[in-house]
T-cell receptor, first 116, second 112 residues
Framework: KAGVTQTPRYLIKTRGQQVTLSCSPI?????VSWYQQTPGQGLQFLFE???????NKGNFPGRFSGRQFSNSRSEMNVSTLELGDSALYLC???????????????FGPGTRLTVL | AQSVAQPEDQVNVAEGNPLTVKCTYS??????LFWYVQYPNRGLQFLLK??????LVKGSYGFEAEFNKSQTSFHLKKPSALVSDSALYFC??????????FGKGTKLSVKP
């Protein structure tokens, strides 16, 4: 099976712009989660989508949003970019997150976003 | 609130020696615990997980982890380290929302 793919791998934007990142999960995986990784804050949970619905959300401002399509592919959007949004954005897919015993999440290679 | 701690920022080991990367956790309810590894400029790779059952969990690449409920620890171990094991290791309890709560990570350096 192909792994989780993320596009683009690298992105450079300037403050105030917006950006859209894409994630294609492993075939058959219906849950997609997004994480932000920075040197200062480490890995932080952004949100999780299942069946085109956002089920869970981390503690990020409303500038960060996402969506999921019927084929389970997901996109995340960051509007009005700030310098502090520079990070590695990781997408992870799993069969389903039930809220009980979690399934294993499999990560993509990430999108490296640089905000100038 | 659920949390995780990896007390060592870096662990240095000679090739061929055993390695241990430490992790302690604080969760409500049953602990579900994961270890991931990250190589430079790469995403995270799943190593192993504890859901229930045997306290010694075996995973990928010869790694294993020991779950200790009384000490709330889930240390990652390998009997004989390889230079190629050098990477960033993350311990992650499963959060109440089903997400992963990551520690700061421990950089493992294995010298020949």
């Amino acid at each position: 099976k192909a792994g989780v793919t993320q596009t683009p791998r690298y992105l450079i934007k300037t403050r105030g712009q917006q950006v859209t990142l894409s994630c294609s999960p492993i075939s058959g995986h219906r849950s997609v989660s997004w994480y932000q990784q920075t040197p200062g804050q480490g890995l932080q949970f952004l949100f999780e989508y299942f069946s085109e619905t956002q089920r869970n959300k981390g503690n990020f401002p409303g500038r960060f949003s996402g969506r999921q399509f019927s084929n389970s592919r997901s996109e995340m959007n960051v509007s009005t970019l700030e310098l502090g949004d520079s990070a590695l954005y990781l997408c992870a897919s799993s069969l389903v997150l039930t809220g009980g015993a979690p399934n294993t999440q499999y990560f993509g290679p990430g999108t490296r976003l640089t905000v100038l | 609130a659920q949390s995780v701690a990896q007390p060592e920022d870096q662990v240095n080991v000679a090739e061929g020696n055993p390695l241990t990367v430490k992790c302690t956790y604080s969760v409500s309810g049953n602990p579900y615990l994961f270890w991931y590894v990250q190589y430079p400029n790469r995403g995270l790779q799943f190593l192993l997980k504890y859901i229930t059952g045997d306290n010694l969990v075996k995973g990928s690449y010869g790694f294993e982890a020991e779950f200790n409920k009384s000490q709330t620890s889930f240390h990652l171990k390998k009997p004989s380290a390889l230079v190629s094991d050098s990477a960033l290791y993350f311990c992650a309890p499963g959060g109440s929302q089903g997400n992963l709560i990551f520690g700061k990570g421990t950089k493992l350096s294995v010298k020949p």
